[in-house]
């Protein structure tokens, strides 16, 4: 595959882990305003998930696909650099958290 195949590729995944992000933000609103406007205690519910553990879930997923979209960001700029030596873009990879 070449570079370019491989930079539309990635720009058209970014594209969709966008998505994804503004979607799981989107379900986390709905959760914080679900919780606000209810009174339930539902710490005590012996049939599911609580308020919470709902809240610490959508967290934890929305922080990983973050982390994706960071990734697929520093994966696109490593094929704009205008370097011809691999090591070069490795050693720049590496360097760049």
Do not use: C, Y
Request: hydrophobic share 40%.
């Amino acid at each position: 595959m070449t570079f370019d195949g491989s930079r539309a590729q990635l720009k058209r995944l970014r594209s969709a882990v966008a998505d994804e992000l503004n979607g799981r933000v989107a379900d986390l609103h709905a959760v914080f305003e679900a919780s606000r406007d209810s009174n339930a205690d539902d710490e005590h519910d012996p049939e599911g998930s609580t308020i919470s553990d709902e809240r610490a879930q959508l967290a934890a997923v929305l922080a990983a696909t973050r982390r994706r979209l960071a990734d697929l960001d520093k994966a696109l700029a490593v094929l704009s650099m205008d370097v011809g030596d691999r090591a070069e873009i490795l050693k720049w990879v590496r360097t760049s958290g």
